[in-house]
């Protein structure tokens, strides 16, 4: 994987599981949006009542957010990325077997939790062995791998809808994940890392030391407020497009996956849009872009208008995202793990609130409100964002020049 490469200096052995453990945890995250009208049909229930399997995923995934950063941060990332692997195929063959959508739910839950420590602690893993001078290129190009399980794992996962059923979905993710599971943690480097004593008194201290820090604050705030508008477009759009233009799943499945189209098109420029726009302008841009594609969805008539709405979006999303990761990676050097952990909690409680609230808002007043409203809020978090970074780099230049002054009188 493109991330191994990029970091292959630090010669930790583990990273291509990693990556492959990454990319089933975002494959995993986005199987059930193109399933929602085949859930529905199933178990005889409403498309907003089928996305719960995707809320209650969120809710679990940032939750535990909480618990797996300071594991990490005390056992060793990747051993605790290796337990959670196995902990993801238990969830998948649930839902598997699963008969209604209670159960198909509680298997959600079950994977979220366990997913809850892959990415994040495989960014804290990077923030661990790269200078942040070429954090934001590596955590660009870690994006291929997380990216192509979005992609793949939304496509693929429409195609199976579409011919073989559902279910075979979650035996794949099962297969998957049992294989990264068990190598991660056979593997001698994982089994040699030193464990340390963990304490519930120095889990909390630690959150609290994070979120004392005003910065950290400003960041776990953005976030959750990102992902309840970006999260609440990519849950819907393959539902809109089959209920409103007639598409088989497969299809609309494969127009949403052009959003990670979008996203890879970033992680390979990603050097030179922040050479050229900065760390603000990558901000504001991105919120622009997403501004224009969502808005632009919600007024056409017709699907042609989400392929290219799709990769804008997608380039414009990660943007805006990566920015904050890697602001994110910075939070609390000392306590790094704990800091990303957080900053993905925010982000899936901020998706759990924004998909339950566009499903409430789909099955009253339909899908188009969704999108309108997630453009502009974006295009709104971009631009504040942008602003606050702007007014920090002022700040740190008059410090700098005011401590070289002081420091010649001196």
Known sequence: MTAATAIASSQKPGLVAISIAAFGSSAMMRVCDPMLPALSEAFEVSTGRAAQTVSTYAIAYGLLQLLYGPLGDRYGKRRVIGLAALGCTLGNILALFANDLPTLV??????????????????????????????????????????????????????????????????????????????????????????????????????????????????????????????????????????????????????????????????????????????????????????????GVSLADGWGWSLPACAVAGLGYYMLHNTLTTHATQMAPALRGTAVSLFAASLFIGIAVGVSAAGWVVDRIGYRWVFAIAGIALLLLGTIFAAVLRRRRIAAVLSSSHSANTKDLT
Request: neutral net charge.
């Open 106 to 295: 509680l298997a959600r839950v079950l994977s979220g939790a366990t997913a809850a420590a892959i990415i994040p602690l495989s960014l804290a893993f990077i923030g661990d062995t790269v200078e942040y001078e070429r954090r934001q290129e590596v955590l660009a190009r870690f994006l291929t791998a997380t990216l192509s399980g979005m992609i793949l794992g939304q496509w693929g996962s429409g195609v199976l809808v579409d011919t073989v059923g559902w279910r075979w979905t979650f035996g794949v993710l099962t297969i998957l994940f049992l294989g990264v599971g068990l190598r991660l943690c056979t593997d001698a480097s994982t089994r040699g890392e030193r464990p340390q004593l963990p304490s519930a008194a120095g889990h909390l201290r630690g959150a609290l030391d994070v979120l004392s820090i005003p910065w950290a604050r400003w960041i776990l705030v953005l976030v959750a407020i990102e992902g309840a508008f970006a999260f609440a477009v990519m849950a819907f759009l393959p539902a809109f497009e089959h209920q409103e233009f007639g598409l088989g799943m497969s299809w609309a499945a494969a127009i949403v996956a052009l959003y990670g189209v979008g996203g890879m098109v970033y992680s390979f420029t990603a050097r030179a849009l922040l050479a050229r726009l900065g760390e603000g302008g990558l901000a504001l841009v991105g919120g622009a872009l997403i501004a224009c594609a969502w808005i």
